[in-house]
């Protein structure tokens, strides 16, 4: 085990692949130098074909990036887009409002239930029609 590099956790739970990243030039028949963070420069760069997997991509989950308006420190802030639900969850002695929210530059099933008046109070434009 003398000069293998884990990368995060040792043992069972540690990361079979990491990244993705790219492929800078092919070495050989079954060797590919690849480009790789600055945090990780103490790891030789050129891996045989075996270590490496395809990365595809999923399409779906892909935003546009002029949906989205990025700040300077690369960050978004995330609008609700409407309310699909309501529900009152009880306690021992409370009952408490739910409201079941789709975000925008998210699919449905992404929606999250967010306590009622948090939300309110949060975003009061959501609650006009209703």
Known sequence: MKGIARF??????????????????????VAYKLALPSYMSDIHNVFHVSMLRKWVTDESKRVLKKDIELQKDLTYVEEPEMILGREVRKLRSRMIPFVKVKWKNRPVKHATWEIEAEFKRKFPHLFDDV
Not at 8 to 29: D, H, N, T
């Open 8 to 29: 995060g956790q040792s043992g069972k739970l540690s990361p079979r692949f990491i990244g993705p990243y790219e492929i800078i030039e092919r070495m050989g028949q």
